[in-house]
């Protein structure tokens, strides 16, 4: 730190905050710490009385946070996100809609680097809208080239080290199971709810076919959308251990290969995920349709993003995956008409 001539301080840097008062109207900072100071600030740093500032010296092999925190911006982003613009000392990454997908080692290893800061919103995650989902600074005002250079050699290593993977619109087949609303006795209240969220996340409802508690209906059910072309089959009801709730055998009747059926997340534990050929087949427990959050937000956003989660994915979502309950979450009315 050194104290210059304001005339003699262009392309230097800052070193504390200057603030501006104009009496009866406001007082607050003028130029912020590490501001590199132009020939446009020199008529306004002269104004607020400063004939001398104090600034930083940047020898050979020093970077300005600004400039360490575009570099590691532009280093980690992958598709799908876009950096903003700096602003005192810090760059969001932000994402366009679909999966956000984490590099966690490669991040953890970014991290351990001194003085380097890159926070993410977790791994997995859908984003339905345009938002930040990751900022990085560097924490002095000033970092050594080579940390940075570090930083840029574990992003090729691992590019990319955050993505947005987008999300591809499937044709989605509903297959609704129970006796209850076949005959008409309840109005179904689970094929809105789906409708809503696929069309959240870019994918349609191309029908939804209702049938009783006979295995043999709800395979024929399935197996009439994946005739017709549908790209994915959910099957709501049916999906406890009760006798009488007979949809994951159905599933299996269809020869599809089953991943896992049950999940370790509240809620969504009776959660069923099977594949016949390329088409994934879930059976979705109750929960789905009365929880905001559940196993569905979990799952499904992953396989639209063109992700076949595999048995360990599904088991790996037991950390992290027993919900707070927040009260706002639940429906007001009962689903079921009670």
Known sequence: MKS?????????????DMTRIVPGQCKGPAFRKGHIVTHEDIGPLLEIGKEHIYVLHLEPGQLHENEAAERIARAAAGPGLSPTPVCEGRVNLRAEPGLLCVNVQALARINAIEDVVLATLHTGQQITAPRDVAGTRVVPLVIDEARIARVEAICAEHWPVIQVKPFRPLAVGVVTTGSEIYTGRIQDKFGPVIREKFAALGSTVVGQRFVGDEPRATCAAIEAFIAEGAQMVVVTGGMSVDPDDQTPAAIRATGAEVVTYGAPTFPGVMFMLAYRGEVPVLGLPGCVMYYRASIFDLVV???????????????????????AGCPECRYPVCPFGK
Request: one cysteine or more.
């Open 4 to 16: 210059v001539p304001v005339r003699e301080a262009v392309g230097m840097v800052l070193c504390h």
């Open 301 to 323: 956003p992953r396989i639209l993003a063109g992700e076949r989660p595999a048995r360990e994915d599904i088991t790996a979502l037991g950390h992290g995956g027993f919900c």
